[in-house]
C-alpha cells in the first residue's frame, strides 16, 4: 500500500494485558501454582468446583496488586468487592470466573514509555484488576475430543487495562516492554510471554487523522510475544486501511494471529454482545484497603525504573544510553547502586557493570546474583585503575578473570601476585626503553628525520617488553625525552 | 424410644442400654417406615459397626461427648466417601471427598450418621415434592407433604429414625418442615455456621440448620456446629456460647413483638393464629409483654426473596455441567450439546425454572429492574427489621400460612401459591436473623402447628432459652 494513504490514518489502540501472580498458590485455594506440572495434578476439590467448596482470597494476590498499581501511579480502591463473570466452558470448572466488575483494585494511573525511535508518550490506564485464571483446553491434532488441564485454574492474575492511547506498533512494543520490566522488578510476574505468564490482547481501529469518532475496533488475541503484538497491530492496521480505502466497513470482531504467516484471521463475530451477568461474589467478603496497609506495601516496594534512571541521569551525571541498560533488570540495577555507593566514579562503575561483568554474566547466562565478585570488589577495580597502578585494559582482561576465580582475596594483592601492578619508576623503564630504541635504530633515525608517528610504534614495543606493567604516561614522556636527547 | 439426648445419655451411663442396641432400634424404624421415603440411603453396616467401636470406648471411658446421637444428614450436605446428590440426577454417582467441618466437629464427639435424607432438588421447594427420587410422605398423615426442602430431614426426626438431622435453610426450607411435622426446627444466624461442605443453593442465604425433639438437643448440637472454619471466609469468628448451660427459664420481663397483620389476615389459617393467640395470652399470664407492631414491608418479602436467591442459583448451579463428575448427557454431538442436553436431562422442572428466573433477574437488560432493585429492599427490609427488634426481644408469627397440605395440591399452574407459603420464614432469611419453628399444638385434623421466634443477630443463647420456655405448657 502507498505510504501516503497509510499516512491518511491514525492508528487507535487499546491493550488488555493479563499477568500471573508470582503466588504460592492458587487465588482461592491452597494447592500450589506452578508452570509446567503433570496435567490436573495441582488440582483440590476447590479448583475442581465440587459442590459445597467454597473460595478464599489469597491476600499475597492482593497485595501484588496493590504493587502494581502504586507503581502505575494508579489510585487504590478502598472498598474492594469480587464478582462473578457468569459464562460456560470446560476449561471453566465454577460456570463462572471471579474477577473484578465494579471495583477494580486499582483505578487510572499512567505509565511512560520511549520507542525505540525515540518517541516519548504517556499511555494511561483505565484500571487493574484482580482475577482467576481459567484451565487449558487441548485439541489435540486428529482427535475429536477436547481434553481439559485444570493445574492453571485459579491461578491468580491481574488485569491491566489501558485507555485507546496507543497510535503506533511500537508504542505498543515499549508499552509491553515497559509493563514487564516492572513486574519483573516487583517480583510479582515472571513475565514470560511464551509461556503465557504475561498476556496480551490489543483492541485496534484506525480513523482518519483529524476525525475526533473512534473507528470501530477489532480484538486480535494471540500473540505470544511482544514482538508479535507490535506486528499484528501493524499488519491488523494495513488490513482495516485496505477496507476502508475499497469502501467496505470494519466488521467488530475477535481475531487470532497468525505469527508464521503474520495474519490475523476472524475468530468470532461479536454481533451477538456475550451477556456475563456480573454478580457480586457472595462467597468471599470485601476486601478493604486501609491507608496503614497501603503504607505498609509502600515500604516494601524495591526503587522503580523509571526512579533509578532519574537517579542514574540526573544524581550520577550518567548518559541516557547507560542509564537504560543499567535499569533493564532490577539485579543489575541494584548491584550497580551498590557499587556507587563506595565510589564516586560513576562512569567507571557504569562502564565496569555494562562491560565487563555484562559480557561475562552473558557468556556463562548467569545472573547477577550468582556473580562471584561482591560490589565492594568491583570498586577496588575501579580503584586500582583510577590510581594508575593498573591500566584498565590489563585490568579488565587479565585481573578481573583472575579476581572472579579468587575471590577471596583484594584485587590489590592479586594483581601483585600477578606481577600487573604498572611501574612509574623510570630506573626500571629507562632501560627498556633504551634496548627498544636500540633495536629500532633504523625507526629512531626516520623519526629525527620528522616522521613523529613512529612513537606509538616504540611506545608498543615499550609496553610490549613490560610485559604490561609500565606506567604508560612516564613512558612516554621518557620514550620523548630520550629522542629529542 | 427416647426423647432426648439426655436420656440416652443417663441409659448408656446406666448401661441400660448400648449404642448399638440404640442403632438398632433406628434401623427397625427406619425399614418400618420405609415408605414415608425419608431416606436415599441408609449406612446400615456402617452405623453397627460404629455403634459397637464406640460402645467399647464407653466401656473404656473414652467417649466422645455426643456418643449415643444418632443423626440423619440432608443429601445437601458433605460427608468424606459418601454419596451426595442433592437429590437431583445431575449429581448421579457423585461421592463427597471431604466432610463438612461442622459435621466433623459432631463425629469428632462419636455421632452416629445412620442415613443420607431426601429433600428437594438442590433444597428448592417447600414440599419436598421436587425430589428426583420421589416426595417424602408426612409421618403425621402420610397423604400429605412433611414441607421442605427438608422433608426427609423433618420425618426422619419426627417418625423416631434418628436423634437429630442436619438440614439446611435458605428461606424457611429447616423451619416449615419442623412445623409441619411437629418438631423443633432452628435456623441460626447466617455465617454462624461454616457453609464449607453445604451444596450452595443462594449463598447469601444458606444455613446449615438442625431438626431436633426438643430445644435442649438443639442447644447442645449447635455448640458443635458453630464456630470459625478456615475454609470459609464469610463464617463468623464470634465465640460460640455453652447453648446447652444457657437454657433457664428467662425470669425477667420479656418485650415480644407479634405482627399484627399477620395474626388478623385470612391467608393465615384460623387454627393456626388460634394457637399463637392461645401462646400470646400464656407469656401475657406469665407476666411478659406482648404488644403488635407493623412491618408494612413484609409483602415485599417473598418476591424479594425469589429474585435474589434465584440469581444467586442460576450462578451457584452453574458447575453442574457433565464435565468433571455427576450426569453427561449420552446424548452430546459436542460442546454446546454437553451443556445444553446435560443440564435439561439432569436438573429437575423446579430447578430449572429458578435457574431461568436468576438467569433473567442477572440479564443486563433487566438486572437494574430487578436484581439491583431487591437488593436495596433487601437492605430496607433488613434496616427496618433491626429497628423493629431493637425495641423487642424477640419477633413471633405463625412458622407458615397453614398445616401440612396434600401431596400434588400444588402443580405448574399454582406454583406462585407455594411460593406463597413460604411469606412468613423468608424474612428471618433475607435479614440473616436467628429463627427457631416449635411446635405449639394441633389443628382439627391433628396436623401439627408451629410457631416461629425470630430473635437479635447472633442471640442464639436467648432465642434457645425463650423457646425452650414457650414449648413448655
Given at each position: 500500500m502507498d505510504k501516503s494513504v497509510i499516512e491518511k490514518y491514525e492508528l487507535v489502540v487499546g491493550l488488555e494485558v493479563h499477568a500471573q501472580m508470582l503466588t504460592k498458590s492458587k487465588a482461592f485455594s491452597s494447592e500450589a501454582n506452578e508452570y509446567g506440572a503433570l496435567p490436573n495434578t495441582n488440582v483440590s476439590v476447590i479448583?475442581?468446583?465440587h459442590p459445597g467448596t467454597l473460595p478464599k482470597a489469597n491476600r499475597k494476590a492482593v497485595e501484588y496488586a496493590v504493587k502494581m498499581g502504586l507503581a502505575c501511579n494508579c489510585s487504590i480502591t478502598e472498598y474492594n468487592i469480587y464478582d462473578r463473570k457468569n459464562y460456560f466452558y470446560p476449561d471453566l470448572p465454577k460456570g463462572y470466573q471471579i474477577t473484578q466488575d465494579k471495583t477494580p483494585i486499582c483505578r487510572g494511573g499512567y505509565i511512560d514509555i520511549k520507542t525505540k525511535s525515540g518517541r516519548r508518550s504517556r499511555i494511561r490506564l483505565n484500571r487493574i484488576h484482580m482475577e482467576e485464571?481459567?484451565?487449558?483446553s487441548l485439541h489435540l491434532e486428529g482427535e475429536t475430543e477436547t481434553l481439559v488441564d485444570l493445574n492453571r485454574a485459579g491461578v491468580p492474575l491481574i488485569e491491566i487495562v489501558t485507555e485507546p492511547d496507543i497510535r503506533y506498533p511500537e508504542e505498543a512494543y515499549a508499552f509491553l516492554t515497559e509493563i514487564r520490566r516492572l513486574v519483573r522488578y516487583l517480583e510479582i510476574c515472571d513475565g514470560n510471554m511464551e509461556e503465557g505468564s504475561?498476556?496480551?490482547?490489543?483492541?485496534?481501529?484506525?480513523?482518519?487523522?483529524?476525525?475526533?469518532?473512534?473507528?470501530?475496533?477489532?480484538?486480535?488475541?494471540?500473540?505470544?510475544?511482544?514482538?508479535n503484538v507490535q506486528r499484528a497491530i501493524e499488519r491488523e492496521m494495513l488490513r482495516q486501511i485496505e477496507i476502508i480505502e475499497k469502501g467496505g466497513t470494519i466488521a467488530s470482531e475477535t481475531r487470532m494471529y497468525d505469527a508464521v504467516n503474520n495474519q490475523t484471521y476472524s475468530l468470532r463475530t461479536k454481533e451477538a454482545l456475550n451477556d456475563y451477568r456480573y454478580f457480586p461474589e457472595p462467597d468471599l467478603p470485601p476486601i478493604i484497603i486501609t491507608e496503614e496497609y497501603l503504607r505498609e506495601v509502600r515500604a516494601m516496594m524495591p526503587p522503580l525504573p523509571n526512579e533509578l534512571f532519574i537517579k542514574f541521569t540526573s544524581e550520577f551525571g550518567l548518559p541516557e544510553y547507560d542509564a537504560g541498560v543499567l535499569t533493564d533488570k532490577k539485579e543489575i540495577a541494584l548491584y550497580f547502586l551498590e557499587i556507587c555507593k563506595l565510589t564516586q566514579n560513576y562512569k567507571a562503575a557504569s562502564n565496569w557493570v555494562m562491560g565487563p561483568i555484562k559480557s561475562y554474566l552473558n557468556e556463562l547466562t548467569m545472573e547477577i546474583k550468582e556473580f562471584p565478585l561482591k560490589p565492594s570488589q568491583i570498586v577496588e577495580l575501579i580503584e586500582l585503575v583510577e590510581q594508575g597502578k593498573i591500566s584498565f585494559a590489563i585490568c579488565s582482561q587479565r585481573l578481573f578473570p583472575a579476581f572472579i576465580e579468587n575471590p577471596n582475596t583484594t584485587a590489590l594483592a592479586l594483581a601483585e601476585k600477578m606481577n600487573l601492578i604498572q611501574v612509574s619508576d623510570t630506573s626500571f623503564i629507562k632501560p627498556i626503553i633504551e634496548e627498544v630504541l636500540a633495536n629500532w635504530a633504523e625507526k629512531v633515525e626516520a623519526y629525527k628525520k620528522g616522521n613523529k608517528n613512529l612513537l606509538g610504534l616504540f611506545m608498543g614495543e615499550v609496553m610490549k617488553k613490560g610485559k604490561g606493567k609500565v606506567d604508560p604516561k612516564v613512558a612516554t614522556k621518557l620514550i620523548q625525552e630520550m629522542l629529542d636527547a | 424410644m427416647y426423647s432426648s439426648y439426655q436420656e440416652i445419655r443417663k441409659a448408656l451411663q446406666k448401661k441400660e442400654v448400648r449404642v448399638k442396641e440404640i442403632v438398632e432400634y433406628y434401623l427397625r424404624k427406619i425399614e418400618e417406615t420405609k415408605h414415608l421415603n425419608a431416606y436415599l440411603e441408609v449406612y446400615a453396616e456402617e452405623a453397627l459397626s460404629r455403634a459397637d467401636e464406640i460402645d467399647k470406648k464407653l466401656q473404656a471411658g473414652k467417649a466422645g461427648n455426643l456418643a449415643g446421637m444418632v443423626i440423619t444428614h440432608k443429601d445437601v450436605i458433605c460427608y468424606e466417601n459418601h454419596r451426595l446428590q442433592a437429590s437431583s440426577k445431575i449429581l448421579d454417582g457423585f461421592v463427597a471427598q471431604f466432610t463438612a467441618p461442622s459435621l466433623q466437629r459432631m463425629l469428632d464427639a462419636d455421632v452416629i450418621v445412620i442415613g443420607r435424607v431426601n429433600c428437594d432438588e438442590f433444597a428448592m421447594g417447600g414440599s419436598n415434592e421436587n425430589s428426583a427420587f420421589g416426595v417424602v410422605r408426612n409421618n403425621i398423615d402420610p397423604t400429605r407433604v412433611p414441607g421442605g426442602s427438608s422433608g426427609g430431614s423433618a420425618v426422619s426426626v419426627s417418625a423416631d429414625t434418628c436423634l437429630i438431622s442436619l438440614g439446611s435453610d435458605t428461606g424457611g426450607s429447616v423451619r416449615q418442615p419442623a412445623a409441619f411435622t411437629g418438631i423443633v426446627g432452628f435456623k441460626p444466624t447466617y455465617s454462624r455456621i461454616s457453609r464449607y461442605g453445604l451444596i450452595a443453593y443462594a449463598s447469601s442465604f444458606d444455613t446449615i440448620g438442625v431438626l431436633a425433639k426438643n430445644v435442649e438437643d438443639t442447644a447442645l448440637v449447635m455448640e458443635y456446629l458453630a464456630g470459625k472454619d478456615e475454609y470459609d471466609a464469610t463464617v463468623s469468628q464470634k465465640p460460640v456460647p455453652p447453648y446447652s448451660q444457657l437454657l433457664e427459664i428467662p425470669t425477667h420481663q420479656l418485650k415480644i413483638g407479634y405482627i399484627k397483620e399477620v395474626l388478623e389476615t385470612e391467608a393465615v389459617q384460623k387454627e393456626i393464629k388460634e394457637a399463637v393467640w392461645r401462646k400470646i395470652e400464656q407469656f401475657r399470664a406469665d407476666g411478659h409483654e406482648v404488644i403488635p407492631v407493623d412491618f408494612p414491608l413484609y409483602e415485599y418479602a417473598l418476591?424479594?426473596?425469589?429474585?435474589l436467591t434465584t440469581a444467586e442459583a442460576s450462578t451457584n448451579?452453574?458447575?453442574?455441567?457433565?464435565?468433571r463428575y455427576g450426569y453427561r448427557s449420552p446424548n452430546a454431538v459436542d460442546v454446546e450439546t454437553l451443556y445444553k442436553r446435560t443440564r435439561s436431562e439432569g436438573f429437575g422442572p423446579e430447578v430449572k425454572r429458578r435457574i431461568m428466573l436468576g438467569t433473567f433477574v442477572l440479564s443486563a437488560s433487566y438486572y437494574d429492574a430487578y436484581f439491583t432493585k431487591a437488593q436495596k429492599v433487601r437492605r430496607i427490609i433488613r434496616d427496618e427489621m433491626l429497628k423493629l427488634l431493637n425495641n423487642l426481644d424477640f419477633l413471633i408469627t405463625p412458622t407458615t400460612p397453614t398445616t401440612a397440605f396434600e401431596i400434588g395440591k400444588y402443580n405448574e399452574e399454582n406454583v406462585l401459591e407455594l411460593y406463597y407459603a413460604d411469606i412468613l420464614t423468608v424474612t428471618p432469611s433475607l435479614c440473616g436473623l436467628p429463627a427457631i419453628s416449635i411446635p405449639i399444638g394441633l389443628d382439627e385434623k391433628n396436623l401439627p402447628i408451629g410457631l416461629q421466634v425470630t430473635a437479635k443477630y447472633f442471640e442464639e443463647a436467648s432465642l434457645l432459652a425463650f423457646a425452650k420456655y414457650a414449648m413448655q405448657n
Amino acid at each position: 500500500m502507498d505510504k501516503s494513504v497509510i499516512e491518511k490514518y491514525e492508528l487507535v489502540v487499546g491493550l488488555e494485558v493479563h499477568a500471573q501472580m508470582l503466588t504460592k498458590s492458587k487465588a482461592f485455594s491452597s494447592e500450589a501454582n506452578e508452570y509446567g506440572a503433570l496435567p490436573n495434578t495441582n488440582v483440590s476439590v476447590i479448583t475442581l468446583a465440587h459442590p459445597g467448596t467454597l473460595p478464599k482470597a489469597n491476600r499475597k494476590a492482593v497485595e501484588y496488586a496493590v504493587k502494581m498499581g502504586l507503581a502505575c501511579n494508579c489510585s487504590i480502591t478502598e472498598y474492594n468487592i469480587y464478582d462473578r463473570k457468569n459464562y460456560f466452558y470446560p476449561d471453566l470448572p465454577k460456570g463462572y470466573q471471579i474477577t473484578q466488575d465494579k471495583t477494580p483494585i486499582c483505578r487510572g494511573g499512567y505509565i511512560d514509555i520511549k520507542t525505540k525511535s525515540g518517541r516519548r508518550s504517556r499511555i494511561r490506564l483505565n484500571r487493574i484488576h484482580m482475577e482467576e485464571d481459567a484451565g487449558k483446553s487441548l485439541h489435540l491434532e486428529g482427535e475429536t475430543e477436547t481434553l481439559v488441564d485444570l493445574n492453571r485454574a485459579g491461578v491468580p492474575l491481574i488485569e491491566i487495562v489501558t485507555e485507546p492511547d496507543i497510535r503506533y506498533p511500537e508504542e505498543a512494543y515499549a508499552f509491553l516492554t515497559e509493563i514487564r520490566r516492572l513486574v519483573r522488578y516487583l517480583e510479582i510476574c515472571d513475565g514470560n510471554m511464551e509461556e503465557g505468564s504475561l498476556r496480551c490482547d490489543a483492541n485496534i481501529s484506525v480513523r482518519l487523522k483529524g476525525s475526533k469518532e473512534l473507528g470501530r475496533k477489532v480484538e486480535v488475541k494471540n500473540m505470544n510475544s511482544i514482538t508479535n503484538v507490535q506486528r499484528a497491530i501493524e499488519r491488523e492496521m494495513l488490513r482495516q486501511i485496505e477496507i476502508i480505502e475499497k469502501g467496505g466497513t470494519i466488521a467488530s470482531e475477535t481475531r487470532m494471529y497468525d505469527a508464521v504467516n503474520n495474519q490475523t484471521y476472524s475468530l468470532r463475530t461479536k454481533e451477538a454482545l456475550n451477556d456475563y451477568r456480573y454478580f457480586p461474589e457472595p462467597d468471599l467478603p470485601p476486601i478493604i484497603i486501609t491507608e496503614e496497609y497501603l503504607r505498609e506495601v509502600r515500604a516494601m516496594m524495591p526503587p522503580l525504573p523509571n526512579e533509578l534512571f532519574i537517579k542514574f541521569t540526573s544524581e550520577f551525571g550518567l548518559p541516557e544510553y547507560d542509564a537504560g541498560v543499567l535499569t533493564d533488570k532490577k539485579e543489575i540495577a541494584l548491584y550497580f547502586l551498590e557499587i556507587c555507593k563506595l565510589t564516586q566514579n560513576y562512569k567507571a562503575a557504569s562502564n565496569w557493570v555494562m562491560g565487563p561483568i555484562k559480557s561475562y554474566l552473558n557468556e556463562l547466562t548467569m545472573e547477577i546474583k550468582e556473580f562471584p565478585l561482591k560490589p565492594s570488589q568491583i570498586v577496588e577495580l575501579i580503584e586500582l585503575v583510577e590510581q594508575g597502578k593498573i591500566s584498565f585494559a590489563i585490568c579488565s582482561q587479565r585481573l578481573f578473570p583472575a579476581f572472579i576465580e579468587n575471590p577471596n582475596t583484594t584485587a590489590l594483592a592479586l594483581a601483585e601476585k600477578m606481577n600487573l601492578i604498572q611501574v612509574s619508576d623510570t630506573s626500571f623503564i629507562k632501560p627498556i626503553i633504551e634496548e627498544v630504541l636500540a633495536n629500532w635504530a633504523e625507526k629512531v633515525e626516520a623519526y629525527k628525520k620528522g616522521n613523529k608517528n613512529l612513537l606509538g610504534l616504540f611506545m608498543g614495543e615499550v609496553m610490549k617488553k613490560g610485559k604490561g606493567k609500565v606506567d604508560p604516561k612516564v613512558a612516554t614522556k621518557l620514550i620523548q625525552e630520550m629522542l629529542d636527547a | 424410644m427416647y426423647s432426648s439426648y439426655q436420656e440416652i445419655r443417663k441409659a448408656l451411663q446406666k448401661k441400660e442400654v448400648r449404642v448399638k442396641e440404640i442403632v438398632e432400634y433406628y434401623l427397625r424404624k427406619i425399614e418400618e417406615t420405609k415408605h414415608l421415603n425419608a431416606y436415599l440411603e441408609v449406612y446400615a453396616e456402617e452405623a453397627l459397626s460404629r455403634a459397637d467401636e464406640i460402645d467399647k470406648k464407653l466401656q473404656a471411658g473414652k467417649a466422645g461427648n455426643l456418643a449415643g446421637m444418632v443423626i440423619t444428614h440432608k443429601d445437601v450436605i458433605c460427608y468424606e466417601n459418601h454419596r451426595l446428590q442433592a437429590s437431583s440426577k445431575i449429581l448421579d454417582g457423585f461421592v463427597a471427598q471431604f466432610t463438612a467441618p461442622s459435621l466433623q466437629r459432631m463425629l469428632d464427639a462419636d455421632v452416629i450418621v445412620i442415613g443420607r435424607v431426601n429433600c428437594d432438588e438442590f433444597a428448592m421447594g417447600g414440599s419436598n415434592e421436587n425430589s428426583a427420587f420421589g416426595v417424602v410422605r408426612n409421618n403425621i398423615d402420610p397423604t400429605r407433604v412433611p414441607g421442605g426442602s427438608s422433608g426427609g430431614s423433618a420425618v426422619s426426626v419426627s417418625a423416631d429414625t434418628c436423634l437429630i438431622s442436619l438440614g439446611s435453610d435458605t428461606g424457611g426450607s429447616v423451619r416449615q418442615p419442623a412445623a409441619f411435622t411437629g418438631i423443633v426446627g432452628f435456623k441460626p444466624t447466617y455465617s454462624r455456621i461454616s457453609r464449607y461442605g453445604l451444596i450452595a443453593y443462594a449463598s447469601s442465604f444458606d444455613t446449615i440448620g438442625v431438626l431436633a425433639k426438643n430445644v435442649e438437643d438443639t442447644a447442645l448440637v449447635m455448640e458443635y456446629l458453630a464456630g470459625k472454619d478456615e475454609y470459609d471466609a464469610t463464617v463468623s469468628q464470634k465465640p460460640v456460647p455453652p447453648y446447652s448451660q444457657l437454657l433457664e427459664i428467662p425470669t425477667h420481663q420479656l418485650k415480644i413483638g407479634y405482627i399484627k397483620e399477620v395474626l388478623e389476615t385470612e391467608a393465615v389459617q384460623k387454627e393456626i393464629k388460634e394457637a399463637v393467640w392461645r401462646k400470646i395470652e400464656q407469656f401475657r399470664a406469665d407476666g411478659h409483654e406482648v404488644i403488635p407492631v407493623d412491618f408494612p414491608l413484609y409483602e415485599y418479602a417473598l418476591p424479594t426473596y425469589y429474585i435474589l436467591t434465584t440469581a444467586e442459583a442460576s450462578t451457584n448451579l452453574s458447575r453442574y455441567d457433565g464435565v468433571r463428575y455427576g450426569y453427561r448427557s449420552p446424548n452430546a454431538v459436542d460442546v454446546e450439546t454437553l451443556y445444553k442436553r446435560t443440564r435439561s436431562e439432569g436438573f429437575g422442572p423446579e430447578v430449572k425454572r429458578r435457574i431461568m428466573l436468576g438467569t433473567f433477574v442477572l440479564s443486563a437488560s433487566y438486572y437494574d429492574a430487578y436484581f439491583t432493585k431487591a437488593q436495596k429492599v433487601r437492605r430496607i427490609i433488613r434496616d427496618e427489621m433491626l429497628k423493629l427488634l431493637n425495641n423487642l426481644d424477640f419477633l413471633i408469627t405463625p412458622t407458615t400460612p397453614t398445616t401440612a397440605f396434600e401431596i400434588g395440591k400444588y402443580n405448574e399452574e399454582n406454583v406462585l401459591e407455594l411460593y406463597y407459603a413460604d411469606i412468613l420464614t423468608v424474612t428471618p432469611s433475607l435479614c440473616g436473623l436467628p429463627a427457631i419453628s416449635i411446635p405449639i399444638g394441633l389443628d382439627e385434623k391433628n396436623l401439627p402447628i408451629g410457631l416461629q421466634v425470630t430473635a437479635k443477630y447472633f442471640e442464639e443463647a436467648s432465642l434457645l432459652a425463650f423457646a425452650k420456655y414457650a414449648m413448655q405448657n
